[in-house]
């Protein structure tokens, strides 16, 4: 019989147990937030320096070369979990990661060296991107999911702002050295913590499956029948013939949620947070000609409120509807960039003087805040919850290789969209596209707050996926 585990205190060891288990993705995240923030810190030090001779192509290359082979680990890695287990590939990822800041730390003058580190990292991230998300969502339960899924949207810009902190106080070769402590950090937690029990049951280990989940979601009668779908429905997919699996892709439970992320994903890369996170320094320093602020500074704070606004987003998963944070985040961070753009363009046509110089630095605060709090983070976090569970491998790792092709090359064409459209046409242009994405994203996106997994699988199964009438 089911044992009652629906005290307070019970609940609470099993919240904290829950947490626990996230925490190895959430450090290794971090260092995959170090990997996306260094080109700021790394690329003004570098330019700087009359040894390594960094022109602006060059420099466009040691931003970028990181996202490059980020395609290539997501399907790498979406195959993995799938072979090897969401645990073990965490395992299994953490040294690469190790060895690249490795490599950066000891390069000294060699390009070469530099840009293999940072092509190793990237591909870790690229590596734990699909399984990251899927991890977490597998292992917390419904009402938990919606805090814990957007903290691994906060340790990516905890990460990030971590880079920009020690950047600006150390040499570029000592913060390669002490981001190893993150994925060796992973490692020593990941060691002790449970496999997915999806993954479990996939490869027909039932019993140890229910053991972990039993340990994390406690045996009550709600969990023992949301295990039990479980089991069935991994069940049916392995009496699947090859045949009948490759008819899962024109499947609504595979396709439809396919067709939002892809909108999902390009709207957040297409409004700009990457370009701002990878080139942070040269886009503030172009921005804030004339401004009473420095450009280090504005990227402190601007780190601060990305921090800020990630706590403020995993509050919002948590009490907020999906659609209703998705909307919020999404006028906020176009008005932001409008206000922005119009204030660029005014003053480079009409000179403003020093007594409106705060505009760009409160826009650009105002900016990171909105697109932090639902934009960044919802598509990862919704990543873990529209697929079901015969085809989520597949599909977080196709919307994942999209999102890293697409952040390669929004990545390694704003250096270009800079130089001819100026800083005020690529804001404008961040503007539009979120404006566009989001009303797209208003008439297709589902709620899915505190629903089981399964239960939004049948949701898409049933054709059946319905658009509250209001925000």
């Excluded at 909108?263 to 320094?281: E, K, L, R």
């Amino acid at each position: 019989m089911a044992q009652d585990t629906s005290s307070a205190s019970s609940i609470f060891v099993l919240r904290a147990r829950q947490a626990l288990i996230a925490l190895g993705p959430i450090l290794i995240t971090i260092s995959l937030g170090l990997a996306e923030g260094y080109s700021a810190i790394l690329l003004p030090q570098l330019e700087n320096d009359p040894a390594w001779n960094v022109d602006t192509n060059m420099a466009s290359w040691i931003a970028s070369i990181a996202t490059l082979p980020m395609s290539i680990g997501c399907v790498l890695g979406g195959w993995l979990m799938e072979t090897i287990g969401r645990k073990l590939l965490h395992l299994a990822t953490c040294l690469p990661n190790i060895i690249g800041w490795l490599l950066i730390a000891f390069c000294e003058n060699n390009m070469e060296l530099l840009l293999l580190g940072r092509f190793i990292t990237g591909m870790c991230v690229g590596v734990l991107s699909p399984v990251l998300i899927i991890y977490v969502a597998e292992t917390s339960d419904p009402v938990f999911r919606g805090f814990l899924l957007p903290s691994v949207s906060l340790a990516l810009n905890f990460g990030i702002a971590i880079s920009h902190i020690m950047g600006t106080y150390l040499d570029w070769d000592m913060v390669a050295w002490l981001a190893c402590f993150y994925p060796t950090g992973c490692f020593l937690i990941m060691v002790f913590m449970p496999e997915s029990p999806t993954y479990l049951i996939k490869k027909g280990r039932v019993e140890k499956a229910q053991e972990e989940f039993f340990w994390f979601r406690g045996d009550t009668l709600n969990s023992r029948q949301e295990l039990d779908t479980i089991i069935n429905n991994q069940q049916q997919q392995l009496t699947l013939t090859i045949k009948e699996q490759l008819k899962i892709v024109f499947e609504p439970e595979f396709y439809k949620p396919l067709l939002i992320l892809l909108i999902f994903f390009s709207t957040m890369q297409w409004a700009g947070n990457n370009p701002v996170a990878f080139y942070t320094i040269n886009i503030l320093q172009e921005v804030l000609k004339g401004s009473i602020v420095d450009a280090y500074t504005s990227m402190l704070i601007m780190d601060g409120v990305r921090i800020c606004a990630s706590i403020l987003g995993c509050f919002g998963q948590r009490f907020l509807k999906r659609r209703l944070l998705m909307v919020l985040s999404c006028l906020g961070t176009i008005i932001s960039l409008i206000i922005l753009s119009i204030y660029l363009y005014a003053i480079d046509h009409y000179n403003f003087k020093q007594d409106l110089s705060l505009i760009p630095v409160i826009s650009l605060v105002s900016y990171v805040l909105f697109i932090n709090v639902g934009l960044l983070p919802l598509p990862y976090s919704m990543s873990g919850e529209l697929f079901g569970q015969r085809c989520r491998g597949l599909g977080s790792g196709i919307v994942t290789l999209f999102n890293m092709i697409l952040m390669f090359v929004v990545v390694k064409i704003t250096p270009w969209m800079f130089d001819t459209w100026k800083s005020y046409g690529t804001f404008a242009l961040f503007a539009i596209s979120c404006l566009v994405g989001m009303t797209v994203l208003v008439v297709v996106l589902p709620e899915t707050k505190d629903k089981p997994l399964h239960v939004i699988e049948e949701d898409f199964r049933r054709k059946k996926v319905t658009v509250p009438p209001r925000i």
